[in-house]
């Protein structure tokens, strides 16, 4: 990377480094004079009640609101701007670090299920959506850009997919808009319900992974209901990732799939060009969660249990990957765009995550036992 690309995505990656410290604290690097505020909460007994046991307020949703509050009230500067672009990338690398979670036998057992499930999901919430937006006379690019959104893993499925039907602009923003809207909620509302329905957090990893649409918002509601230790790390988070990537590596067929159904709408010249925008999104972070997990399998990062040196490294560094790039991504949730969603969109992907997220609660409740 070039140093002045390096100078010109700094700014930017520092404002969400310290979003991400006010959150979390500075113990993880030797400043423990910032507890963060977390554990500001968590130590006076109406605050804990409060805001951790009832709300699960913990430093990964502070951030992603501390970072809504600075992107909305104050706006994202312009020289942040570059570095803030860079939280989805921070994401990835957190989700590479997370393979040190897993061993073969368990990405066997765990993804043996997901994928039944997750295939099962992709094709209701495929058919409701097309369905449902062309009830309510949505174009049929929109529509189809919106079902890859609902089905699949959210914006990541939206930008991929929009090339490959022609979606026209305001397609792709107003879907886009729609899938945040749902999942800004879900963001306070499934460690809720899970808390009250009484879900182990390996249902609740499952629940979150098959019924929030956004890759992002997933992990953030993971480790919101279950925060889990070094030591212990959460098996929410460890069973819902398994289930959202399942669903990121079928997002290359289900562009293709979208991009021939929605072929059928064009003559001529107006040809759809499947291969814009698919290979260019294909998940290649999976790769590296995939390496990961190899070597943790072999022993080369060390004992697992109790962690080894560099294992307990690893999971500092992807509790830190995903504090900074959710607190960006929380900067780039702009509330003035959900509001200019368009209603058409916004009622189809509404009723779609809503279909969504109680389907896969009623599944979990009926067939998920409570331990992996």
């Known amino acids: 990377m070039k140093v002045s690309v390096l100078i010109k995505i700094f700014?930017?990656?520092?404002?969400?480094?310290?979003?991400?410290?006010?959150?979390r604290g500075g113990s993880d690097l030797g400043l423990p004079w910032w507890p963060g505020l977390e554990n500001l909460l968590a130590?006076?007994?109406?605050?804990?009640?409060v805001f951790i046991d009832i709300l699960h307020l913990?430093?990964?949703?502070?951030?992603?609101?501390?970072?809504?509050?600075?992107?909305?009230?104050?706006?994202?500067?312009?020289w942040a701007e570059a570095g803030i672009r860079t939280s989805s990338l921070f994401i990835k690398i957190g989700v590479i670090f997370l393979g040190s979670l897993y061993s073969i036998t368990d990405v066997a057992r765990l993804g043996s299920t997901a994928v039944i499930i997750i295939v099962g999901f992709i094709i209701v919430m495929l058919v409701f959506t097309v369905w449902l937006g062309r009830k309510v006379g949505m174009d049929p690019a929109g529509a189809t850009?919106?079902?890859?959104?609902?089905?699949?893993?959210?914006?990541?499925?939206i930008l991929a997919t929009a090339p490959a039907v022609r979606a026209k602009n305001t397609d792709v923003v107003y879907s886009i808009a729609t899938i945040l809207f749902f999942g800004l909620i879900s963001l306070f509302v499934f460690p809720v319900?899970?808390?009250?329905?009484?879900?182990?957090?390996?249902?609740?990893?499952?629940?979150?992974?098959?019924?929030?649409m956004n890759s992002g918002q997933v992990l953030a509601v993971c480790l919101t209901y279950d925060p889990g230790t070094v030591s212990h790390p959460s098996v929410s988070l460890k069973t819902g990732e398994i289930y959202n990537l399942t669903r990121v590596i079928f997002l290359p067929f289900v562009v293709l799939f979208l991009a021939l159904f929605a072929s059928r709408y064009y003559t001529g010249e107006e040809e759809v060009n499947i291969n814009t925008g698919l290979w260019s999104r294909f998940p290649v972070f999976v790769l590296g969660f995939l390496a990961m997990v190899l070597l943790t399998s072999f022993g080369f990062l060390g004992p697992t249990?109790?962690?080894?040196?560099?294992?307990?490294?690893?999971?500092?560094?992807?509790?830190?990957?995903?504090?900074?790039?959710?607190?960006?991504?929380g900067m780039?949730?702009?509330?003035?765009?959900?509001?200019?969603?368009?209603?058409?969109?916004?009622?189809?992907?509404t009723a779609a995550a809503f279909l969504k997220?109680?389907?896969?609660?009623i599944v979990v409740i009926l067939f998920v036992p409570r331990d992996p």
């Open 193 to 212: 319900v899970g808390t009250l329905v009484g879900l182990s957090p390996h249902q609740f990893g499952v629940w979150a992974g098959t019924g929030i």
């Open 357 to 361: 997220a109680l389907l896969a609660l």
């Open 58 to 78: 913990n430093h990964i949703l502070i951030s992603i609101i501390l970072g809504m509050l600075v992107g909305n009230l104050l706006g994202i500067p312009r």
């Open 43 to 49: 130590a006076g007994p109406v605050t804990r009640r």
């Open 305 to 329: 249990s109790p962690p080894s040196r560099e294992l307990t490294i690893i999971r500092h560094l992807y509790s830190w990957f995903f504090a900074v790039g959710l607190a960006g991504q």
């Open 145 to 157: 850009t919106l079902a890859a959104g609902t089905a699949v893993c959210g914006v990541s499925a």
């Open 332 to 349: 780039r949730l702009s509330l003035v765009e959900l509001r200019r969603a368009g209603s058409k969109p916004l009622l189809v992907g």
């Open 11 to 23: 700014p930017g990656i520092f404002l969400m480094f310290l979003i991400a410290f006010l959150a």
